[in-house]
């Protein structure tokens, strides 16, 4: 048995295999990306967006699950505060591309996410940006997460560590239906945004739990309840400038 012949078709399989799984995954992703291109602005309002005041969370006990549409599947939803964010967007994540690669329930049903600051963070990018770097990003162990670190040289920061952890938020969100999937799409790191609905635990139509929510702003590692400090949010409204989308 010729040994080298067998590893010739091997290889060449293989190769087939990964072509067809590539294309199939970008093919997904621009029908992805074409569904939800054109939302239709629901109202243009005069009112400014606040970027100064915190999140504002008002938590609920005892509420009926709401039923949400992933990608492939279907989710329970329990909400656990109505939840308002106001800032300006550091990071957009939406991890489309080969996104049927590793892809699990979580990615099924949290579509993308935001790095978004608040108070002073929000008032002067230039010096943010200056002292501080961003990325949000999801990584081999499937966590999605957002990573800050100071910039060179370190002395006469404006901000400690503390201060800047406690004044940005990285959003897993959900979609309430096809039009605001377009506008959160819609939304370009530096906009400034608020963003309306519900802080969520996620679980499958089955009651399986799949991910529980960050409740508080100043959690920063694993052992926070939503075991790494990120909100799941499940997004009713999404307010662009003077545009928003429902």
Known sequence: MDFS??????????????IIITVNSILGDVMFRVKY?????????????????DPVQINLQN?????AYGEKDIYALQPQAEYSISGLVITKNTNFWFRDIMRNKFDDICLMDLGIVWGDLAADRKKLYKHWKFKSHKTLGQSRRLEWRAKPPY???????????????????IPANPNVMGGLLAVK???????DGYLVDIYTDKSELIAKTSMSRTDTDATSRGSGACENMYVRQVQIGNKIYR
């Open 37 to 53: 291109s054109f939302p239709k602005v629901t109202e243009k309002t005069l009112v400014q967006i606040d970027t100064n005041k």
């Open 189 to 195: 790191k530096n906009n400034i945004v608020k963003i």
């Open 63 to 67: 509420t009926k699950y709401i039923k």
């Open 155 to 173: 002395d006469n920061m404006p901000w400690e560590l503390g201060f800047v952890s406690s004044h940005i938020s990285h959003t897993h969100l």
């Open 5 to 18: 012949i067998i590893w010739n078709w091997f290889c060449r399989a293989c190769l087939i295999f990964f």
